[in-house]
C-alpha cells in the first residue's frame, strides 16, 4: 500500500506540475507575437520541442585522444575536466554533439579554441542543458556561458518557473523589450503636467503624441518614436487630505477625446486603509468603461517600520483594495517600483496571486513579473504636454490590450 501511496502521490505532483508550466507558458503567448525576439523558439517548447542533436552512435570512428591525425565525422572523447563528448568533428574541430558532465547534459554547438584540442572545446552557438536536478535551458552560449536570449524552466516540488529573456555571463538579466508603433503606450499625469509655482502650462489634448521614450535607460527602438496616447492614469488623491486639483478638468478632456482613462490614489502610511479608501471613493469619478483603479503605492523602509511594520502595511493595503473593489466592481491595480517587489510582494502571496501589478522600473529589461503595465520611463517627452512625462508600455499588444478593456474596467 505505501508504494502505491508514493506514486498516487508522485503522479499528482507531476500533474501539477506540469499544469503550473502550461500556466506559464500560456502567460507568454497571450503576452507575446512573432514581432518578440525569442518567440518562436518558445512556442516550439510549448508544443514540446526540445533542442535535440543527431548523434548516430554506429558511426563512432574514433575513441579517446589522438595524435597526428584528424578527427573527422563523429567520435568520442574525454577533456581534462573529466566530461564525455560525443560529437560532430569536421577537420579537426568539434562543431557539435553532446557533452556530460557531473551535473547535468549540455546539447548543442561548440567551439574550439585550437583546432584538435578537445579541452579546448567550448559550448557556443545556440544549445539545450538538461541539469541532473531536472532544470531545463535552451538558448544561446558563449564560451560555456549563457549568452544573450534564451528559456530557463525550473522545476520543483513548490513551484514552477519559466525565465524568458536575455543572459550576459550566465546571469539572466530579463527580457529585452522591441520598442515599435505595434505595442500600446501611455502616460500617468497628476498636477505636476500643469506647472509648478506660479508657472501654469495647459495640456493641448488635440495634440498628444508620444515622442520621446525617455532617457534613463537603453531601449531596443524599431523606426520613429511617434506614438498615440492609448491610455492614462490621473492622480486623484493622496492620503486623506490632498486632492490633484485638476483631477476632474484631465478626466474630462480625456473622455471627450475618447482615451481609457483611470485613476489612482497615493497611499500613506500615517492614515488608515480604510478612511483612505473612503476618501479616494468621494473624490473620485468611476464610470463605465474606466480603467481600474489604482493603488501607488511607494513608502521608504523607514515609513514601512512606523505604521507597524510589513504585515501591518499589508493588512491596510487589503482593506483599501477590498473597499475599492466593492465600489467599483473590479479588482484595483497596484502600482510598485522592483525593490518594493523584491523585498515586500513575498509577504503578501495573495496580492500577488490575484492583483494586477503596475511597475516602475527604469531599466533595459522588462521587470521578470506578471504585470499589467510597464512604467518604463519618468523622462519622457509628450506633444501637448510641457516638461517630462512617465512613459507607460502595456504587457501585450492590442487584441490584449482590447480584452482588458473588455473584461478588467469598470463595468
Known amino acids: 500500500m505505501g508504494n502505491i501511496s508514493s506514486s498516487l502521490s508522485l503522479d499528482s505532483l507531476y500533474t501539477q506540475m506540469n499544469r503550473d508550466l502550461k500556466s506559464e507558458l500560456d502567460y507568454y503567448l497571450e503576452r507575446h507575437n512573432v514581432e518578440d525576439e525569442g518567440y518562436e523558439m518558445v512556442a516550439a517548447f510549448a508544443n514540446g520541442k526540445r533542442h535535440s542533436e543527431n548523434i548516430d552512435t554506429i558511426a563512432i570512428t574514433n575513441i579517446g585522444r589522438w595524435k597526428g591525425k584528424k578527427r573527422e565525422g563523429t567520435a568520442i572523447s574525454r577533456d581534462s575536466l573529466g566530461r564525455i563528448t560525443i560529437g560532430h568533428w569536421d577537420n579537426d574541430t568539434l562543431t557539435s554533439g553532446i557533452r556530460i558532465d557531473s551535473t547535468g547534459t ?14 579546448d572545446a567550448k559550448a557556443e552557438g545556440h544549445g539545450a ?6 532544470h531545463y535551458f535552451e538558448g544561446h552560449w558563449e564560451k560555456d556561458q549563457r549568452q544573450g536570449f534564451g528559456l530557463q524552466l525550473l522545476e520543483n516540488e513548490v513551484v514552477t518557473v519559466l525565465k524568458t529573456g536575455h543572459w550576459q555571463e550566465d546571469v539572466f538579466k ?20 500643469h506647472g509648478h509655482g506660479r508657472k501654469k502650462y495647459p495640456i493641448y489634448w488635440d495634440k498628444l503624441r508620444i515622442r520621446h521614450l525617455g532617457s534613463k535607460s537603453k531601449k531596443n527602438i524599431s523606426g520613429e518614436v511617434d506614438y498615440p496616447v492609448s491610455f492614462i492614469f490621473i492622480k486623484s488623491t493622496q492620503g486623506i487630505s490632498i486632492r490633484n486639483p485638476y483631477y476632474a478638468y484631465d478626466y474630462a478632456a480625456a473622455r471627450k477625446h475618447g482615451i481609457p482613462i483611470g485613476a489612482y490614489h ?8 480604510a478612511a483612505q479608501a473612503q476618501y479616494f471613493i468621494n473624490s473620485t469619478l468611476f464610470r463605465t468603461g474606466d480603467l481600474p483603479p489604482v493603488l501607488d503605492i511607494e513608502p521608504s523602509d523607514s515609513q514601512i517600520s512606523s ?4 504585515m501591518t502595511m ?6 483599501w483594495l477590498n473597499a475599492v473593489e466593492r465600489r467599483c466592481g473590479v479588482k484595483p491595480i497596484l502600482y510598485v517600483n522592483q525593490r518594493f517587489v523584491n523585498k515586500y510582494l513575498p509577504d503578501a502571496p495573495d496580492i500577488k496571486r490575484n492583483y494586477n501589478i503596475w511597475i516602475a522600473r527604469y531599466g533595459e529589461y522588462k521587470p521578470d513579473v506578471k504585470l499589467v503595465v510597464w512604467q518604463l520611463s519618468p523622462d ?3 506633444n501637448g504636454i510641457t516638461g517630462e512625462v512617465d512613459i507607460n508600455v502595456f504587457n501585450g499588444y492590442q487584441t490584449q490590450f482590447d480584452e482588458f478593456l473588455s473584461k478588467e474596467c469598470i463595468k
Open 129 to 134: 542543458y538538461i541539469a541532473t536536478s531536472g
Open 266 to 273: 497615493f497611499f500613506s502610511t500615517k492614515c488608515s486603509g
Open 380 to 382: 519622457g517627452r509628450v
Open 106 to 119: 549540455y546539447i548543442g554547438a561548440f567551439k574550439n579554441g585550437r583546432p584538435g584540442v578537445i579541452t
Open 307 to 310: 505604521m507597524g511594520g510589513s
Open 314 to 319: 499589508w493588512s491596510h493595503i487589503r482593506t
Open 174 to 193: 530579463g527580457e529585452r523589450m522591441n520598442y515599435t508603433s505595434e505595442r500600446i503606450y501611455g502616460i500617468d499625469i497628476s498636477r505636476y503636467q
